[in-house]
């Protein structure tokens, strides 16, 4: 019987069926690490594992930053909200809505409706329809707390009638402790639109993001850590990205500025007029970023890069494009940024 040491410590010898089962399972990860990490060299291997820490380190300190700017907003906005509706607290007031779903599909039960030849007379039916069958519908009873209410939009059309013959204000109520009924959703829901949660937030994001704000070097930290791991990722797994040592030496050059900055493009959704039935039109205030880059590596290819998507790390192609190309396809757009660094551009 085998004495060497196993990977837990473990002899070997007279082992219970349980440590057996976490040795074998120990070795099965090992043996599937040791064949992941097959296409890295010793120092390769070790700058993976420190860049991956180093990128999720980035990552958690970004993302308590932001849970911190979401509880310093609520706040704020708890107490707005507390004294708009005279000193009730929104998270013990609940909002009621009614409203009714269209079924798509009939009932097996309907009589379906004949084909008759052209010049027939049909003749009268066994039995009348109603005009409206509330089966035809089904009923739903949203509710959320006020804060949460708040947290929506509510546009202009909170007190048209919709196809129910109802309005959004007629159709909801509010129920707060001991079924206190005293506020109506008229005059919750104007005072959301005063409010304007939503573009409170919108501003104090762009505040902690703007140059010199608490969050922008969070961002910048965690997108570089996070681009430098993905190009060792693409270059691990080479033989399906294409990622050459070239490319790879390239990249980390231009992103650790030691080297030529590689110009790419980025892709913005954008739109001209957007026709509503109430208001004729609606231009868009600002376009949509898409996180895909198209990086060209010189005369070696064009890497495409969508961070966060499965399977949207870098990829290459070896044919490369001249650099006047503009993508464009319907409201999709290509805008060319030329520094790694550069902030977003504005819509074509």
């Known amino acids: 019987m085998s004495t060497y040491q196993r990977l837990n410590g473990l002899s070997g010898n007279l082992q219970s069926s349980s440590s057996w089962s976490r040795q074998q399972a120990l070795e ?15 120092q390769e291997k070790a700058r993976y594992v420190r860049l991956q820490r180093e990128a999720l380190s980035a990552l958690t300190a970004l993302e308590h930053a932001q849970q911190a700017l979401t509880r310093d907003f609520k706040t704020q906005g708890l107490a707005q909200l507390r004294e708009k509706i005279g000193g009730r607290d ?24 004949p084909l008759l030849p052209l010049n027939t007379v049909p003749l009268p039916a066994a039995r009348y329809r109603r005009a409206h069958y509330d089966f035809h519908y089904i009923e739903h009873l949203k509710h959320m707390s006020l804060w949460e209410a708040a ?8 007190s048209i009638h919709g196809d129910s013959g109802f309005s959004l204000v007629e159709a909801s109520y ?27 937030l919108r501003d104090k994001a762009r505040t902690a993001m703007a140059p010199g704000g608490p969050l922008r070097p969070l961002f910048e930290a ?3 850590a996070s681009l430098l791991f993905d190009v060792i990722e693409a270059y691990r797994n080479r033989a399906t990205t294409g990622v050459t040592l070239e490319i790879y030496t390239r990249l980390n050059a ?14 913005n959704l954008s739109s001209g007029i957007t026709p509503l039935i109430s208001v004729p039109f609606v231009p868009w205030d600002s376009c949509i970023p898409v996180p ?20 949207g790390r870098c990829n290459t192609t070896t044919i490369p494009r ?13 805008t060319r940024k030329k520094t790694w660094a550069g902030s977003p551009g504005n819509c074509p």
């Open 222 to 224: 965690s997108a570089k």
């Open 292 to 311: 895909l880059m198209l990086i060209r590596v010189a005369s070696l290819g064009v890497l495409s890069y969508f961070p966060f998507r499965p399977g």
């Open 174 to 200: 509010i129920v707060g402790q001991d079924n206190d009924r005293s506020l109506g959703a008229l005059a919750f829901i104007e005072a959301a639109r005063t409010l304007d949660l939503g573009a409170q």
């Open 151 to 158: 947290c929506l939009n509510y546009g202009f059309t909170h």
């Open 254 to 267: 231009a992103i650790e500025g030691t080297g030529a900055q590689l110009p790419f493009d980025t892709l």
């Open 28 to 42: 099965q990860i090992q043996n599937n690490v040791i064949q992941a990490m097959s296409s890295l060299n010793p």
């Open 322 to 334: 001249p650099p006047s190309t503009r993508f464009a396809h319907n409201s999709l757009t290509a």
């Open 90 to 113: 929104p998270e013990q007031y609940t909002l009621f809505t009614r409203y009714k779903e269209k079924r798509e599909q009939g009932f097996p039960w309907d009589p379906p409706q």
